[in-house]
């Protein structure tokens, strides 16, 4: 019960990040806030140890007629009294045990990353509120069968009754023949048999005759270190289950091989993944899940190539992805104005006007799963700090940087990959103090610029009393509108469409005016214009990371190029050893998928 509470609270933690169970947060008082993740996998290793024992207990004690399902106790379901009450209570225990091998199985598959997709998850998640619902009934129907006493059985162990010695043919026939002589006397006998308070739980009196038996018959054991106490061979058991289990997760690590190449062969940055440097390199898959959209799974299969030139580590990551998202953050104008195409920016939660990601996260911490050590679940998990807007977690870390890189489908198409890091929550801003923008906790950017930025402001908004975001719309106009619309293509606003190949969703600077009422007045109505400018080029830190990207046929391919050692204190060096996570995601600005395991690097 501890180990299943605390997989529960742990657990009901984790899901605050899958979408729409931000709802969760009203638990929030007596939800855990540190090592989720590791608690989560730690309760899980004791249920484990515990299933074993459990089953090797039963087997030993001889206490397996008590969750016996067999065809008289399913006839009891259509009975009255204790019969049915005794069929239902056998009926709810196996129910139990199916939902939580259910539950073990299916942690497992997201934990090893065998399968961690959609329908996966939803089996952990449906089983967890079966085992809720188990425990009210369990209680209601013990009390039910006994009452207050039978509820406090638990704090009264007792020693277990001998089990019954196995008959044979000729003790059976010699039986039935002292019972025939008896059947006089029993016929004056016509008073019902006493009935124990617990209808799975072996009769008082058979008990007191069992025990009472000064020489009871018992079969020869063939092995006689199984008929020990059964208690001590359970712990065994579970102990050395438990033991493999752990064992298995430090040895069956999983790895990308960074192969070493030639700098002639190094791979061109183009996003064509016909290079003769990715032919013979074994891609490294996984599936990761829990993300959004994603044709409403949330869940993409990636793979990774790595190879080296000794100065270089060059990466190929492929994932799967119906539709180019572009559309990040339009504006349309309409009789009153501009307006910003957004369901949740303002809260730092845009899941439908958003570009399609990519990311990279690079830790030296191998006890790091799923951010452990990097994301911290809760609306307010920085004490002190601004809660979140959008009702999640942040990342940042206790000590030291976490190093993250992160593509743009718009915003990164000059080709760059921005260069950040996760590290010590930072103090807010008075914007994000104000709950205007957004706190991030500890992300951020590597020191120096970037050349992409929104179309668009935010400023505060007092108006309505607490003060919100009001968003200034746009800072620049297309020079000409003709040359913008056939830049982005066939214009379609639902955002689960995507964008043709060859339209590209961003202004720069030379194609774009700074905004002015003379010209926006020569704007028509229904005009869409990008919500992304670009200019320059990145510089400093930021700069480290050159990438390139092209989407066919349901898949976006990510070609990214770095240094083995950019000797930078927010980067880290691409190493043997080093753990590795990535994560997709699709037109959202933070619901991207993920996967438990890290991935350790190694290299050639």
Do not use: C
Not at 220 to 240: C, D, E, M, W, Y
């Amino acid at each position: 019960m501890a180990a299943f509470t605390v997989a529960l609270v742990t657990g009901l933690r984790i899901a605050t990040e899958a979408p729409d169970r931000t709802w969760l947060n009203w638990f929030d008082a007596v939800l855990p806030r540190d090592s989720v993740w590791i608690a989560h996998m730690q309760a899980a290793v004791v249920l484990v140890a515990v299933a074993i024992g459990y089953i090797v207990y039963m087997v030993r004690s001889g206490l397996g007629r008590r969750v016996q399902l067999d065809r008289v106790r399913l006839r009891g379901l259509f009975g009255r009294g204790q019969a049915r009450l005794s069929a239902v209570i056998a009926l709810m225990y196996w129910i139990f045990f199916i939902t939580m091998t259910g539950l073990l199985v299916s942690g497992g598959l997201l934990y090893f990353g065998f399968y961690s997709g959609y329908d996966v998850a939803m089996l952990h998640w449906v089983g967890t509120w079966v085992i809720l619902a188990f425990v009210v009934l369990h209680v209601l129907t013990q009390f039910k069968s006994g009452g207050v006493s039978q509820l406090l059985r638990i704090f009264r162990p007792a020693p277990l009754p001998a089990p019954p010695p196995r008959l044979d043919a000729v003790e059976l026939l010699g039986m039935l023949a002292e019972q025939s002589a008896r059947l006089p006397e029993s016929e004056k006998a016509d008073a019902p048999p006493e009935v124990s308070s617990h209808p799975l739980a072996p009769r008082a009196d058979a008990r007191r005759d069992r025990t009472s038996d000064p020489a009871p018959r018992t079969p020869r054991s063939r092995n006689p270190t199984l008929q020990a106490n059964a208690f001590v061979v359970a712990v065994a058991a579970a102990i050395t289950g438990a033991s493999l289990l752990v064992a298995t997760d430090r040895l069956a690590v999983d790895g990308v091989h960074i192969r070493r190449i030639n700098p002639a062969d190094a791979p061109t940055l183009d996003g064509d993944t016909s290079d003769r440097a990715w032919r013979g390199v074994k891609p490294f898959s996984l599936l990761t899940g829990e993300g959004g959209n994603f044709d409403g799974k949330g869940e993409a299969r990636i793979e990774i190539r790595a190879v080296h030139d000794g100065t270089y580590a060059y990466f190929l990551f492929t994932w799967e992805d119906s539709t180019r998202s572009l559309k990040h953050l339009p504006l349309v104008k309409e009789g009153d104005g501009w307006h910003l195409l957004h369901s949740g920016f303002q809260i730092g939660d845009e899941h439908q006007y958003n570009e399609d990601k990519f990311s990279v996260l690079l830790t030296t911490s191998d006890v790091t799963l799923a951010g452990g050590r990097t994301f911290h679940p809760g609306p307010q998990p920085v004490a002190g700090a601004p809660a979140t807007m959008s009702g999640r977690g942040l990342h940042y870390t206790a000590t030291g940087y976490a190093d993250v890189w992160q593509w743009k489908a718009t915003s990164s198409a000059s080709g760059w990959m921005d260069d950040a890091h996760f590290g010590p929550p930072v103090d807010p801003t008075p914007m994000q103090a104000a709950n205007i923008v957004p706190y991030k906790g500890g992300f951020a950017p590597d020191p120096g610029t970037a050349n992409y930025r929104d179309n668009f402001t935010v400023e505060a908004d007092t108006s309505g009393g607490s003060r919100r975001s009001r968003l200034i719309a746009p800072l620049r106009l297309p020079k000409v509108i003709a040359d913008t619309a056939a830049a982005m293509g066939d214009i379609d606003l639902d955002p689960n469409h995507g964008e043709s190949d060859g339209a590209r969703w961003f202004m720069t600077e030379q194609d774009s005016v700074p905004y002015s009422t003379s010209i926006d007045a020569r704007i028509p109505i229904g005009t869409v214009i990008p919500g992304v400018i670009l200019n320059g080029e990145f510089s400093g830190d930021r700069a480290d990371i050159r990438s390139a990207a092209r989407w066919a046929s349901g898949h976006w391919a990510l070609e990214v190029k770095r240094r083995l050692d950019t000797t930078s204190q927010f980067d880290v060096p691409i190493r043997s050893g080093v753990f590795m996570r990535v994560a997709a995601f699709d037109h959202s600005q933070i619901r991207h998928t993920r996967h438990v395991r890290p991935i350790r690097i190694e290299v050639e």
